[in-house]
């Protein structure tokens, strides 16, 4: 966790503590970790995919960053595209 911090400070120019959720995704996109700054603490999701890689949203060159809404962030999460009939490949975790 303190590595990402180090790399939203050091690399990207923004404070972790501002609020805002940093998303850091594997060269493989089959890993992706959420780290965001609340009230006590940082928190710190991440998703390794079994099946299937996650999509990248358009880069922003001007704020060096991939700027996008929550919803955008869950449909990427999970593998819902645009279209509400398509989704891509994810494993289905055995529920009981």
């Not at 594997?26 to 890993?31: V, Y």
């Not at 390794?48 to 996650?54: A, H, V, Y």
């Not at 955008?72 to 994810?90: A, F, H, Q, T, Y």
Request: hydrophobic content about 40%; charged content about 30%; aromatic content about 8%.
């Amino acid at each position: 966790m303190n590595s990402l911090c180090g790399v939203v400070q050091n690399q990207m120019g923004y404070d972790v503590r501002m609020g805002d959720v940093f998303i850091f995704i594997s060269r493989s996109r089959t890993t992706i970790k959420l780290l965001h700054a609340e009230d006590g603490g940082l928190v710190l999701y991440m998703k390794r995919l079994e099946e299937g890689t996650f999509r990248l949203p358009a880069y922003d060159p001007e704020s060096r960053s991939f700027p996008m809404e929550w919803r955008d962030l869950v449909m990427m999460v999970e593998g819902i595209r645009e279209n509400p009939d398509s989704r891509l490949k994810r494993l289905k975790a055995l529920r009981k």
